[in-house]
């Protein structure tokens, strides 16, 4: 059984200790409903990956509270923190090289590099701000559609600790990811930010 929590601050609170206790929850952000866990903790980062059937190769990407905190586990460089300016708190994912070597290596699937985002949801941010980072993939089944709302997690999501439920509901697209990993950025899913709107920035900061 699950922990259903609403979106005040005793809810979030909550939310927070589970996963400081390592738990696995499932929250809202600004694009879908997400699910995660502390990004250090190996037990529980296996377990998101058996919450929801996917390959352990695959990477998951980090929600952090702030630029600041994103800059704690990966150089973000100046491609990555032009982006970063311009899009954050937002729908924007930024693969860049991983400075914390504590993340799980089942996070980045031994990769030397994390996908990272600060996301513009106040629950997810409240949450945040008191545990610092999450893993954030979207609740749902691997290769089912993302979900917008926390009725659509129950039908098709089981076995984590906890949900954090917002009556306001995401935007329902998925965040663009570009990797500003290499010597350019790539844009590696188009998703709610255009990649017109990614090139302006980096054109106008001459990156």
């Known amino acids: 059984m699950h922990e259903t929590l609403d979106c005040t601050d005793a809810g979030i609170e909550r939310c927070a200790q589970i996963v400081k206790a390592g738990g696995v929850v499932v929250f809202p952000t600004d694009t879908v409903y997400g699910i995660g866990c502390d990004p250090h903790n190996d037990a529980a980062v296996r377990r998101v990956f058996a919450i929801k059937g996917r390959e352990e190769k695959k990477p998951l990407p980090v929600l952090a509270a702030s630029i600041g905190d994103a800059e704690k586990i990966v150089i973000l460089g100046p491609r990555g923190r032009a982006l970063a300016e311009k899009f954050w708190p937002g729908a924007l994912t930024i693969v860049a090289p991983l400075k914390d070597r504590k993340i799980s290596q089942g996070v980045t699937?031994?990769?030397?590099?994390?996908?990272?985002?600060?996301?513009?949801?106040?629950?997810?941010?409240?949450?945040?701000?008191?545990?610092?980072?999450?893993?954030?993939?979207?609740?749902?089944?691997?290769?089912?559609?993302?979900?917008?709302?926390?009725?659509?997690?129950?039908?098709?999501?089981?076995?984590?600790?906890?949900?954090?439920?917002?009556?306001?509901?995401?935007?329902?697209?998925?965040?663009?990811?570009?990797?500003?990993?290499?010597?350019?950025?790539?844009?590696?899913?188009?998703?709610?930010?255009s990649q017109d709107a990614i090139r302006k920035v980096l054109a106008d900061a001459r990156l």
């Open 109 to 193: 699937a031994g990769k030397d590099s994390l996908a990272v985002r600060v996301p513009a949801n106040r629950c997810v941010l409240g949450v945040l701000k008191i545990c610092k980072y999450l893993v954030g993939t979207s609740a749902n089944q691997s290769g089912m559609p993302a979900p917008r709302d926390a009725q659509s997690v129950l039908k098709s999501l089981s076995g984590f600790d906890a949900i954090l439920a917002d009556r306001e509901l995401p935007a329902g697209r998925e965040s663009t990811v570009v990797d500003a990993s290499g010597p350019d950025a790539k844009i590696v899913r188009q998703g709610a930010i």
